[in-house]
Nanobody, 115 residues
Framework: QVQLVESGGGLVQAGGSLRLSCAAS????????MGWYRQASGKQRELVAT???????NYADSVKGRFTISRDNAKSTVYLQMNSLKPEDTAVYYC?????????WGRGTQVTVSS
C-alpha cells in the first residue's frame, strides 16, 4: 500500500523557518519525481517545488530563493526547507509522488505563518 506521510508543519512567525518531511512507503522511491504543493484556504492547490528522480529541481516564483527541496533516496524521504517565511505561505502543504501517469498524494501538513 502506497503511503506518503508529511510532517514538520506548525506555527511560525514571519521570517522564521520550517523543514517539512515526507516519508514514502510502498513505492520504489528513487524512480519517482517528488513534489510539494500547497493549498491556502479558499484557493486552488498550487505547485511549490518539484525534484526529479535525477535531482533536477523546479520552484514556483513565489518561493524561489527561500525554499529548497531535496530528497534522500536511502530514507525514501523528500524534504522542503522553508526560510524567510511570509504570512502568505500559510497553507496546507501536500507531498506528491509522480511516475508517468501515476500520481500519489499525502494528507498534508498545516503551515501557519503569523505576522
Amino acid at each position: 500500500q502506497v503511503q506518503l506521510v508529511e510532517s514538520g508543519g506548525g506555527l511560525v512567525q514571519a521570517g522564521g523557518s520550517l523543514r517539512l518531511s515526507c516519508a514514502a512507503s510502498g513505492i520504489i522511491f528513487s524512480i519517482y519525481a517528488m513534489g510539494w504543493y500547497r493549498q491556502a484556504s479558499g484557493k486552488q492547490r498550487e505547485l511549490v517545488a518539484t525534484i526529479t528522480d535525477t535531482g533536477n529541481t523546479n520552484y514556483a516564483d513565489s518561493v524561489k530563493g527561500r525554499f529548497t527541496i531535496s530528497r534522500d533516496n536511502a530514507k525514501s524521504t523528500v524534504y522542503l526547507q522553508m526560510n524567510s517565511l511570509k504570512p502568505e505561505d500559510t497553507a496546507v502543504y501536500y507531498c506528491n509522488a509522480q511516475l508517468i501517469a501515476t500520481i500519489r498524494w499525502g494528507r498534508g501538513t498545516q503551515v501557519t505563518v503569523s505576522s
